[in-house]
């Protein structure tokens, strides 16, 4: 018997969110002996979101928070109402599902004894580009630490392995999540989803990308209020480190985790860079 808790985490995206759900509900083909709860935490919406779902979708089990609270946490929580599953499966709230998605996530996970993550690759809307999906770290990093990374990598027809994933949409299987337990408390928002494909590599399960696409999801451009011109360094220093951006304590614990040799470097970059910036501008206004 399959169990399948779906863990979602939303903000003020209404209509993305209901069409996440209703693409869940059209999924086509998956095993019999299966059944589906779906965990939803709304971080504060003030667009009507969780009242939407709880009428359109009865059955999901909806949890409303503060808008303080983000993705990382959000799904924390989600994973927390999940008592009893054979798998997790994350979804993001933007994300429209290809119709066998579930069932060739589950297939791919039985293929690897569900013994390791499964990520489900994302196309832009109009199958121009691969938007999300999972990298491989290179062997033998160059002196530049940006070349640390592969490119995305895209769908094959084959499972391929990864090291670090994208979180909108992972099939968890129970053994994978019972070693590694849920998104660490210490990546409220960003990293969590990196941090938890390499720890799972670390623990010895694989990470491996699906053979095809799993759905749908355009980029989401990041939050760049730390660029904002004329701020001033202390202002863009503070946006920076907010959650909606590099906070400290998270990236200085993804970077000593995972990022060695290069993890002293890269801890302070991104903030030597942004005083930089912000003295420029400032100098130059």
Known sequence: MTHLAVLMTCHNRRAKTLRALSTLRQQRGLPKEMDISVHLVDAGSMDGTAEAVRKEFPDVDVTTVGDDIFWGEGMRIASQRS??????????????????????????????????????????????????????????????????????????????????????????????????????????????????????RRAGFGVYLAPRYAGVCDTNPPDTGSREPGIGVREALRRQTSKREFPFASWSTYCLRHLWPWAPLMVFSPYVKTAARATLARNHS
């Open 83 to 200: 008592s009893r599953f054979t798998h997790q499966f994350w979804l993001n709230d933007d994300v429209a599902l290809d119709e066998d998605a579930l069932s060739m996530l589950l297939s791919t996970s039985r293929r690897l004894e569900d013994k390791a993550l499964v990520i489900g690759a994302m196309r832009s809307s109009d199958g121009s580009a691969t938007t999300y999906s999972g990298l491989r770290r290179n062997a033998v990093p160059a002196w530049n630490p940006r070349r640390m990374w592969s490119p995305l990598l895209e769908p094959a027809g084959a499972p391929q392995t990864l090291d670090a994933c994208h979180g909108n949409a992972v099939l968890v299987p129970k053994a994978v999540h019972h070693e590694i337990g849920d998104i660490d408390a210490r990546f409220p928002h960003l990293f969590g989803d990196f941090d938890y494909g390499l720890r799972a």
